[in-house]
Structures are given as structure tokens and as C-alpha cells.
């Protein structure tokens, strides 16, 4: 957890009376600002009056919003709701023993420059708040803590699993959260930190612990649509659903991805419990984070649990797959072999045939002149001739296993 030292006063406010920490954080002897001048420098606030339109054009769409809400606490009570940064700022310095709990969704480069500046970030933290795409993971430069983590959630529709991701910066008196996607909803976790300001009171630990309960908390309906899915996915298997693989395969890559998101956060965990003896981590919120990291271990091996699961389906599937494949072959080869043997009847039958045709059809010819139409014996040497010929071929094509 973050020590409870004073925070550098802002470069607007050096030499406002103030300040906190009677350090002048120009001074080039403090490391910490002296990291900060590798960053880019952050750019002037803006101002309230806007240029003019050029005439007949109509004036350009304001830009969404990225403070999602920013508020001010002292004592767990919610004292003051800033409406921009700057007077988050300001309220924030009049008001040494108070929390300012910042979030945001989505910011622009100049925002997080400037909350750099106020609350003396690390470069390389706001670097990764800005790209996102991190991996979850727990850092900490100096008094600041800086934590990302990756939200989940289970769209019913298109069965399938949504990922966001969540940085969190704590100090000894503020919470930014940066938001990377539709989950969590850190609206609900406010109003729930609202509703008990004696947790609230406790300060910025307490707020990372209700955030971390509420990123677990809602690996839970992903862990029981997977679940779902699964369970249909064995029936399909065994149903020969031809389309069944492709789903195996889209499952398995969102676990992969489920398990990059869960099983950091065990070793996160961890380490912030190690932690709390050296930063004096009120022994309430020593159980809930404790209760965190149960849920946490436990949906990690759910969640491998998931993923051994759909590799021996996938197996069994290859498996029910190349029997089927075999059995069509034999179903094939048998189906060729009866088709050869009734070939071969064929054939042999046409043989048996073609031979008293032929004799009849040699006799047949209207010739005046041919020795046996002349002779006494030749109708019954014809007739002979045919059933020797036809005796002879049935004998040959018996043998042979044709007929």
C-alpha cells in the first residue's frame, strides 16, 4: 500500500501557501522530478473562450468527455464533485486531510500529462495508461502505487467473453483510475464506497480493494457462462455437430486470454499482503483483501480447470471425428466391393448370353451360298453349339466366384 508521506505540490501550486510539502519540486536534487523531465512536457490548460466559426460554417461537435467523475472526501464523506480538473486540483490543495478519487475513461494525452504533473507520475506508468494493452501487473515508483488489471464479462448474445482494462494510480491522497473498455462498471463501486464511509475512510487502500473485489467479483458470471458453454459444447461433441471445433477453438483462445487476466492477479495479491506490516494496513481491510485473494486463487483454477477441459474435448473431438471418417471409408470400400460383385454377375451373365446370339447371329445372315443351311444336321449342331458354349462360360465364371 502507498505510504502516508506528503505528495509533491503541482508546478502551479510551488508557491501557493497551501502546499504540502515544503520541498520546492523544481528543485533539481529531487529525483523524482528529475525522472519526470524525460516525458514529454505537459501542455497549458486550455482555454474557456473558443475561436470563432468562420461564418456559415456550423461550429464543431464538442469531443465526449473522458472525466467520467471526479469527487473530493474527507472522512469518507463525499464533500465536493469538481467538474474539471483544475478544480480538482485546487479543492484538493485547500483541503490537506481530504481523498480526491478521479476517474476516467479513455483519456486524452493532455489529461494524463497533467495529472502527471499534479501528482507527480511516473513517465513510464502514464506511458502504459496510455497505450493500455498491458498485462496485469502491480508497480510502484516511490509513494505511488500503480496497478492494471484486466475486467471481464460475459455477453449472453454472442456467447462470448468481453475483456477490459482497468489502471489504477494511488497516492497518499488521490485514486485515478483509468478505464480502457465497458467493464468494470466503477460507477457501482463509488456508490458502494458511498454507502460505507467508514471503508472509505480507511483512504486510497480502500478504494483499490473495493475495485479489485469488484474486477473478481465479476469473474464469477464469466466463470458460469463458460461453464455453460462447456457443458453444451460436450453434448455437441458427442451429437457430431460438424461446427463444434470451431467453437472449441474460439472458447480455448478466450481462455487463454481469461488466464492472463486471473492468474497475475494472484501473485498481486500477494504481494500486497506482504506489504502490510511495512505500510500499516488497517487490519479490516487486511481480511477483505485476504477474502479478494481466496476468490481470486479460486477463479484461477476454475479457470485452468476450463481450459485442460476444453483441450482433452478437443482431443476426443479429433478422436470421434477420424472414427467417423474411418467408418465412412468402410462404408465406402464395402459399398465398392457389392458394387464389383454385381459388376462381375453382370458381366459374367452377359457373357453367357452373347455367345448363343452370336452363333444365332452368324446363322442369320441371308447369304444364298453357306455349307450348313444345306445340311441335314445343321439346325441341331447350332443349337448344340450354343448350349456347350453357354455350359462352358457358366463353368469357367462358377470357378471363379463371378456367379
Not at 467453437?247 to 486470454?257: A, G, Q, T
Request: with cysteine.
Amino acid at each position: 500500500m502507498p505510504e502516508r508521506r506528503d505528495r509533491p505540490a503541482s508546478k502551479n501550486s510551488k508557491n501557493s501557501k497551501n502546499s504540502r510539502n515544503p520541498k520546492n519540486p523544481g528543485d533539481p536534487g529531487d529525483p523524482r522530478k528529475s525522472a519526470w523531465r524525460r516525458a514529454p512536457t505537459p501542455p497549458p490548460a486550455p482555454s474557456d473562450k473558443r475561436p470563432a466559426s468562420p461564418a456559415g460554417s456550423p461550429d464543431p461537435e464538442p469531443e465526449p468527455a473522458s472525466i467520467v467523475q471526479a469527487a473530493l472526501y474527507r472522512d469518507g464523506v463525499r464533500v465536493s464533485s469538481p467538474a474539471t480538473l483544475a478544480d480538482t486540483f485546487r479543492e484538493l490543495r485547500e483541503q490537506p486531510s481530504g481523498m480526491a478519487w478521479i476517474g476516467l475513461a479513455r483519456p486524452t494525452e493532455s489529461e494524463l500529462l497533467t495529472l502527471a504533473a499534479e501528482f507527480d507520475l511516473h513517465p513510464l506508468a502514464v506511458e502504459d495508461a496510455m497505450e493500455a494493452h498491458q498485462r496485469p501487473k502491480l508497480e510502484r515508483y516511490g509513494d505511488t502505487l500503480f496497478v492494471v488489471l484486466r475486467a471481464a464479462r460475459y455477453l449472453d448474445a454472442p456467447e462470448e467473453v468481453d475483456f477490459g482494462e482497468l489502471h489504477v494510480f494511488l497516492g497518499r491522497d488521490f485514486v485515478i483510475t483509468v478505464r480502457h473498455g465497458a467493464a468494470p462498471d466503477l460507477s457501482a463501486v463509488r456508490h458502494r464506497m458511498e454507502e460505507s464511509p467508514e471503508l472509505l475512510g480507511l483512504g486510497p487502500e480502500a478504494v483499490l480493494y473495493a475495485i479489485l473485489d469488484a474486477v473478481v467479483d465479476g469473474y464469477l458470471p464469466v466463470v458460469a457462462g463458460v461453464q455453460i458453454d462447456i457443458d453444451e459444447i460436450e453434448t455437441e461433441v458427442f451429437r457430431g455437430d460438424p461446427e463444434v471445433s470451431r467453437r472449441i477453438y474460439e472458447l480455448s483462445r478466450e481462455m487463454v486470454e481469461f488466464q492472463r487476466a486471473t492468474r497475475p492477479l494472484v501473485g498481486m495479491l500477494h504481494s500486497l499482503m506482504a506489504g502490510f506490516t511495512k505500510y500499516g494496513t488497517d487490519e479490516e481491510l487486511q481480511r477483505y483483501l485476504r477474502d479478494v485473494a481466496d476468490h481470486v486463487t479460486h477463479t484461477s483454477e476454475r479457470v485452468d480447470g476450463f481450459r485442460q477441459a476444453l483441450a482433452d474435448i478437443l482431443t476426443v473431438n479429433a478422436t470421434l471425428v477420424t472414427q467417423q471418417q474411418n467408418a465412412e471409408m468402410r462404408a465406402l470400400a464395402e459399398a465398392g466391393f457389392e458394387q464389383n460383385e454385381e459388376i462381375k454377375k453382370i458381366s459374367s451373365w452377359a457373357a453367357i448370353l452373347f455367345a448363343p446370339t452370336l452363333v444365332g447371329t452368324i446363322y442369320g445372315m441371308n447369304f444364298e451360298h453357306m455349307p450348313e443351311l444345306g445340311w441335314n444336321l445343321g439346325y441341331p449342331f447350332a443349337i448344340g453349339l450354343m448350349g456347350v458354349v453357354c455350359v462352358s462360360l457358366y463353368v469357367i465364371f462358377k470357378r471363379r466366384d463371378w456367379l
